[in-house]
């Protein structure tokens, strides 16, 4: 087919949601529930982080980024999720699915790289506690957060720009929840072996810090378990351990979507891997970081108890007790 007779797509249709009329609100519900549930948490940890000084530490100022970031990764994909499930027209523009690639994507990427980060942490603390406070500085942590930031954004980019230059003459129907690149780039019309390389780029990066988070705590398993006192290797491994269930809930998820490579999946063992990658991740971060630190859990417990003690006094303020 010549350029000229080629019809341009300019929006998407995610064929693979249900129609508004079978059941849908089956799937709404809960979705909406598991992205208040996602925000609502992520907020909490966030600002406990930033109201209270005793939080104000490397490990936690790393948490509370990564929980911001969670909560713009999940808005990325989730709302357009919501609405395809009770919309009847179920699409995406064109502009509009290279973004939801670009920020989903670079928010992930970034998301890896504050986790690596964390691990690394997490290595000099334990294993270097002397030399901690001189290296971990609020500066370098500063720089570490940023860093990952701009570097997540950029290595997006040129992918990005490519996919916007390629014709999509139809069909226009993606297979996934989301727009993502494999789905998207079967739809180009012209050669897509340049998914093979975007699938190596992606599974070096996704390698390189698997390898750097599992060697850290590696080491910090071994010099824990060299630890005399039983409380302290006990006290060493709690603050150790929902990192860990973090970075196998996070990366676990990512290998199954995007290091299968020629691997096919059967359609529904391919929504439920997106679904787990992009919503039940995130829903086990503010679990795991609130109900497994005391000191987490200590100051969501003084925000939710000021914000009782705030709304009893502004009721009290606007509505008084007629009968005194």
């Known amino acids: 087919m010549s350029q000229e007779n080629q019809t341009m797509v300019t929006e998407f249709y995610f ?3 249900p129609q508004f009329e079978k059941g849908s609100l089956l799937f709404f519900i809960p979705l909406l529930l598991i992205y208040v549930f996602i925000i609502v948490g992520n907020f909490m940890i966030f600002f406990a982080v930033q109201l209270h000084a005793r939080l104000h530490n490397p490990m936690y100022n790393f948490i509370s980024f990564f929980s911001f970031l969670e909560m713009w990764y999940t808005t990325v994909t989730i709302p357009k999720m919501l609405s395809n499930i009770v919309s009847k027209e179920k699409t995406i523009s064109f502009i509009g699915c290279l973004l939801q690639m670009y920020f989903f994507h670079s928010l992930g990427v970034t998301e890896a790289l504050v986790l690596t980060v ?5 290595y000099i603390a334990i294993c270097h506690p002397l030399r901690y406070a001189t290296i971990m500085t609020p500066r370098l942590c500063i720089q570490l957060s940023a860093g990952s930031s701009i570097f997540g954004f950029l290595m997006l980019l040129p992918e990005i720009v ?8 139809g069909p226009n129907q993606i297979h996934q929840l989301f727009c993502d690149f494999e789905p998207v780039l079967r739809l180009a019309c012209t050669d897509t072996s340049m998914i093979l390389i975007e699938d190596v780029i992606h599974a070096i990066s996704i390698l390189t810090s698997v390898c750097i988070i599992t060697l850290s705590y590696l080491r910090i398993i ?17 603050t150790c351990a929902a ?10 998820s990512v290998t199954l979507m995007y290091l299968h490579f020629s691997v096919t999946f059967p359609p529904l063992l391919d929504k439920v891997i997106a679904l787990m990658f992009a919503v039940l991740a995130p829903l086990f971060n503010p679990i795991i970081y609130s109900l497994r630190n005391k000191d987490m859990k ?5 925000i939710l108890c000021s914000w009782g003690f705030t709304v009893a006094t502004l009721k009290a ?8």
Not at 163 to 168: A, G, K, V, Y
Not at 247 to 252: A, E, I, Q
Not at 298 to 302: F, S
Not at 317 to 324: G, M
């Open 222 to 238: 071994v010099v824990i378990l060299r630890i005399p006192s039983g409380k302290s290797r006990q006290k060493a491994f709690s």
């Open 15 to 17: 064929s693979d949601f």
């Open 243 to 252: 990192h860990i269930t973090i970075f196998f809930l996070f990366f676990g």
């Open 118 to 122: 964390m691990a690394i942490d997490r």
């Open 162 to 169: 490519w996919i916007s230059t390629l014709p999509f003459c």
């Open 317 to 324: 303020a606007l509505w008084p007790d007629k009968e005194a």
């Open 298 to 302: 200590d100051a969501i417990k003084k």
